[in-house]
């Protein structure tokens, strides 16, 4: 009697187990289920960016069965895009104005936040806050009054006026980032550097650069994506193609009329796509890190 | 090598708050002393400002015979270890411990022959190319005390620097920095919260409280002769007995204390003089638990016999701890292990009275 | 003694003292004053392209098309009369509310699907999903107006597989706003699962845990552990997408460029439109202008939210 029922208890032990494990399995292969669908999804886009830009135009116009497969794949958009001065032009000025962008954005942005997070002065503390403020500015909302000041100061068509206003885009947010990185590092680091004999700015680029730089390539790689990315700014101040960047030059030299080059157009996304494709690939767990700091110290 | 003075030295924070209220303290060459209290008594704050971390308000800090208010961190010749550390995460043993000679611009090979030196007596040579995420917690307090050494300074500040270890690496590490300390013979000032610390590593021991100094004294001298309630109530574990009590008249013109209706102990003939111009006023009576034992047949002169109902036994092996409580206070007794103990029983006990302590109530001063 | 060079002991230390007090003032100064010198560069990035341009566009707004005569609030007035203008209202918030809701819901869902799976596979997983977020939103609006094309739509494609008709995607209002919404979605839900699977790692498992022995089950482990946990972050990131989303740009201008009929066209692009292409400078700022208060609403918002989370964070 006893021991039937110890044993059924064992059983009954036995299957909760199992089900219970077969429940966990259930959750876990229906979330790669439901992940793989949203992949899929997501996907979309730059499968068929890259789809089209192995078509020649004979093949994009012909219409003959599936738009969503490559029957002879060619490299000649991407040739045509390689050679092509007008591209390498854009492509040489988005790289001009991302990497000053990057440079001068990081300079403003690293000092004033040493400073704010260590310095206090009268008003530091609005000054924080208006930096935030600051980064909820989007670039819609001031590029007309924006357009006569770049007008006023002779920089209309001229890619300089980018190197100017994308650091307001950028900076706002670089400063926020680092403000975090630099609060978290322990006070006694800065003095045990001042007792080290240690001066202000050599604490800065010795000690808290260092010790902060996951925070420095996170505020980096927003500048750039920020900067390489931009779309409205050099829409409304630029028209020469000798000026344009890869957003602007892309559209607008491309599309000419109403002829399409689509098999040129998605080579030239898929091209200027690389460059935050490949730093994303290498970089991507410090970004995420550097966004959702906020999120996670909690 | 220097010696380090404090002149009626105040700290007084924006809404007024005084951290440190107007000290006093001299402290001689190749002197080890450590600064001890509870938390929020200004010992750090003082060590700060001997370090020029704080603003000192009013008064003057002394480094080897010059006013040193004024002077930067860096330009007063001093080296800290702090409580976390503070060891620069991106940088090797070495370079940790060269930060300070390479901002100086010492020559390199001067460099890295006092880092050797320092790593040698530190027992930390294998260690220098590692970053200091790949050290221990006892390894990364070598370090950065290697990291004091190095600079050869006037003084050393210490800043609680073995509150973060566990209890086992916290004893070593004190045998450890005393043996530095012997070897080097530059002058420390230290501080913590841990009275056993203090009273193993110090030449002298400064105890503060609420921003003033409380004694300052030799180890043996803090523990045998506190000044105040609060010394002899901080030095020492377990901490000692405070039993309200009365002098009065006692068997044979001599005097003794009443704690209770019940409980009247005989003062020794020799404190007689010292203890006769408090009679019949309310006193407080210290003793601390080493000094309420086990009764012996045997008693000396000053012992007395005192029972009382045991409340709880907590055996240490060596030792056993009772507690008692004597009109609502309580009172604690270190027993020998092979008396026998039970709760709710009473225990007949030795009261060495050559040990006591008497204080006044108000002033918490001991007479 | 007596010849008066010597002066006594005590008028002497007040002196001492007081030289002393300016050294420590200096001391003092000089750091703040270093603060301030490293955070001029910001100062005045932000006064000479932000606050300055902030007031030039309340003077722009209130001159006459030429820019000659001062009309006070005529361009609002004659805007809000518009009807092409009320339509930018309409579409401007129902872009903008309905994107933000569905990349928080789908954003949320994958956060949580993301939170299932081993942590070692998390890294893949998520920089596949991420691909939408990386690419620039210009190009790759470009692909999905290429993937809507009247003629050689890969979508209509499939759906005559289906034996379903052409839609003309771009072609009609409410499909062009549909499709106006999707491709935001699609840009903007990565950065939503993100903040919100940073959220979720977030929250203690002892929680949870305390939870099950409660005797709480999956969903109402989700209401009384998981959002409670994570509302500030929530509110913070929807606040934060619905700024950027009204204010976005990039995917009407090159989707639709805000036809068919004006029927797309939000706050943005019909600034951009009336002011860049047609020349109305004050019309375009006065257009641009009507987005300040949703933003500053917004933003007031996200900042309290934010001040919370810092002392949630601090305590």
Not at chain 3, 108 to 129: D, E, S, T, V
Request: hydrophobic share 50%; aromatic share 12%.
């Amino acid at each position: 009697m006893s021991t039937t029922v110890a044993e059924r208890r064992i059983a009954v032990a036995a299957q909760r187990k199992h089900s219970l494990h077969r429940s966990r399995m259930w959750a876990l292969w229906g979330s790669y289920i439901a992940l793989s669908v949203f992949v899929v999804m997501f996907l979309v886009p730059p499968f068929y960016t890259l789809m089209t830009s192995l078509k020649s135009s004979a093949e994009i116009s012909a219409q003959t069965g599936s738009p969503w497969l490559v029957r002879h794949p060619t490299l000649e958009n991407f040739w045509y895009l390689i050679t092509y001065p007008n591209f390498q032009r854009y492509y040489l000025n988005s790289i001009i104005v991302t990497i000053l962008t990057v440079v001068v954005s990081m300079v403003i942005s690293v000092l004033a936040a040493f400073s704010l997070s260590r310095m206090g002065f009268w008003g530091s503390q609005t000054l924080s806050t208006g930096v935030f403020l600051t980064y909820l500015v989007p670039p819609s909302l001031l590029f007309i009054p924006l357009f006569q000041i770049i007008g006023q100061i002779g920089l209309i068509n001229n890619f300089w006026c980018l190197v100017l206003l994308y650091p307001t885009l950028a900076v706002p947010f670089c400063t926020w980032i680092m403000i975090g990185y630099f609060s978290s590092i322990p006070k006694e680091l800065d003095e045990a550097a001042l007792i080290d004999g240690a001066g202000y700015l050599q604490m800065l680029w010795k000690i808290f650069i260092p010790v902060a730089m996951p925070g420095i390539i996170a505020a980096t790689i927003f500048a750039f994506t920020v900067s390489w990315g931009a779309f409205l700014y050099p829409l409304a101040y630029l028209y020469t193609s000798n000026q344009m960047v890869l957003t602007v030059g892309i559209i607008s030299d491309l599309i000419r009329g109403d002829v399409f080059q689509w098999g040129k157009i998605m080579a030239a996304c898929l091209l200027a796509s690389l460059p935050p494709i490949v730093i994303y690939a290498f970089l991507m767990d410090y970004y995420v890190a550097g966004l959702t700091a906020g999120a996670t110290k909690g | 090598m220097a010696e380090v003075a404090c002149r009626k030295v105040v700290k007084e924070y924006d809404a007024g708050v005084q951290a440190v209220k107007g000290i006093d303290l001299d402290i001689a060459d190749h002197e080890f002393v450590v600064l001890v209290g509870p938390s929020g008594c200004g010992k750090s704050t003082t060590l700060r400002m001997i370090a020029g971390l704080e603003e000192v308000t009013s008064g003057e800090i002394w480094i080897d015979g010059d006013v040193v208010n004024d002077v930067p961190p860096r330009d007063r010749d001093i080296a800290m270890v702090f409580q976390n550390y503070a060891l620069y995460p991106h940088m090797s043993v070495f370079d940790n411990m060269a930060f300070g000679l390479k901002l100086r611009k010492f020559p390199k090979h001067e460099i890295s022959r006092r880092v050797d030196e320092a790593a040698r007596i530190l027992d930390i040579t294998p260690l220098l190319d590692r970053k200091p995420r790949a050290l221990s917690g006892g390894q990364r307090q070598r370090v950065a005390m290697g990291r004091a050494i190095v600079r050869n300074p006037k003084v050393f500040l210490f800043d609680e620097p073995l509150s973060n270890l566990d209890a086992k690496l916290r004893v070593q590490m004190r045998t450890e920095i005393k043996k530095v300390h012997q070897t080097v013979r530059t002058t420390t000032v230290y501080v913590t919260h841990d009275q056993v610390e203090a009273m193993t590593l110090a030449d002298r021991v400064v105890v503060m409280n609420g921003g003033n100094i409380e004694q300052v004294g030799a180890p043996q001298e803090l523990y045998h002769h506190p000044a105040t309630r609060f010394v002899a109530g901080f030095i020492g574990s377990p901490a000692m007995n405070f039993l309200p009590c009365r002098v009065q008249d006692g068997a044979n013109g001599g005097l003794a204390v009443r704690v209770t209706d019940s409980i009247t102990l005989p003062i020794p003939p020799n404190r007689v003089d010292r203890y006769g111009k408090f009679k019949d006023r309310s006193m407080v009576l210290g003793l601390r638990p080493e000094h309420l034992f086990e009764y012996h047949e045997q008693a000396k002169p000053g012992w007395t016999r005192v029972d009382l109902p045991v409340d709880v036994v907590e055996p240490m092996g060596m030792e056993t701890m009772v507690h008692f409580f004597v009109d609502g206070v309580p009172v604690c007794a270190r027993v020998d292990p092979a008396t026998h103990a039970e709760p709710n029983e009473i225990l007949p006990l030795t009261a060495d009275l050559n040990q006591m302590h008497l204080m006044e109530p108000e002033t918490g001063r001991v007479v | 003694m007596a010849d008066g060079t010597s002066v006594p002991i005590d008028v002497i230390a007040p002196a001492r003292v007081r030289a002393r007090r300016n050294t420590m003032q200096r001391f003092a100064q000089r750091r703040s004053t270093t603060g301030f010198l490293l955070c001029l560069p910001l100062i005045l990035l932000i006064a000479a392209f932000v606050i300055y341009p902030a007031f030039y566009a309340i003077y722009l707004s209130m001159l006459n098309k030429k820019m000659t005569a001062f009309v006070g609030l005529g361009n609002f007035q004659f805007l809000l009369k518009r009807h092409t203008f009320q339509l930018v209202i309409f579409q401007s918030c129902l872009f903008a509310v309905t994107s933000v809701v569905l990349k928080a819901v789908i954003g949320f869902i994958l956060a949580h699907l993301m939170h299932n799976i081993p942590g070692k596979n998390q890294r893949i997983w998520r920089g596949l999903l991420l691909v939408p977020w990386v690419i620039p939103l210009a190009l790759s609006t470009l692909t999905w107006w290429w993937m809507f094309d009247p003629s050689y739509s890969a979508f209509n494609w499939v759906l005559n597989q289906f034996g379903i008709a052409n839609v003309p995607w771009l072609g009609v209002g409410w499909t062009a706003r549909f499709c106006t919404i999707a491709v935001n979605v699609w840009y903007g839900t990565p950065f939503f699962m993100i903040m919100y699977l940073a959220a979720l790692k977030s929250v203690p498992e002892q929680l949870y845990e305390a939870a099950a022995i409660d005797g709480a089950n999956t969903i109402q482990k989700l209401f009384f552990v998981t959002l409670p946990m994570m509302r500030n972050i929530i509110a913070i990131t929807v606040l934060f997408s619905l700024i950027v989303t009204f204010a976005d740009f990039d995917i009407v201008r090159i989707l639709t460029a805000g036809g068919p009929q004006d029927m797309t066209h939000v706050f943005a692009t019909y600034a951009f439109q009336i002011g860049i292409q047609s020349g109305d400078i004050p019309l375009g700022a006065a257009d641009s202008l009507f987005m300040f208060p949703i933003l500053a609403f917004a933003a007031f918002f996200v900042l309290r939210g934010v001040t919370r989370r810092t002392k949630e964070i601090a305590a």
